[in-house]
């Protein structure tokens, strides 16, 4: 179900707008709202579909930072190869 009939994405398009850390401060203010039950149902229903909607934005801006991030390569004598795409799986 969505606010007013509207699908999520235009409901929360000022969210393509925030920083990671503008976006992860909100769903964390959220999270504190709803995990304290001082909102009205109505309000906790919209409160979780903006926080569902943070939540993708900051894991869509973290896959773009990590898709940016290279590690240094090197040859078998030390000697640097250039760069390489860092695999976070590896360490």
Partial sequence: MT?????P???HADIRELSFER?????????????????ELE?????YERG???KEH??????QAE???EKLAFNADGTPRG???LDPEVR
């Fill in 58 to 63: 900051c894991d869509r801006l973290l896959k």
């Fill in 3 to 7: 606010t007013a009939g509207k699908t």
């Fill in 23 to 39: 976006a992860l401060k909100e769903l964390e203010s959220i999270v504190g709202r709803l995990e304290r039950g001082d909102v």
């Fill in 52 to 54: 569902e909607a943070l």
């Fill in 43 to 47: 309000e906790s229903i919209a409160f």
């Fill in 83 to 85: 760069t390489e795409p």
């Fill in 67 to 69: 898709a940016k991030v």
């Fill in 9 to 11: 994405a235009k409901a």
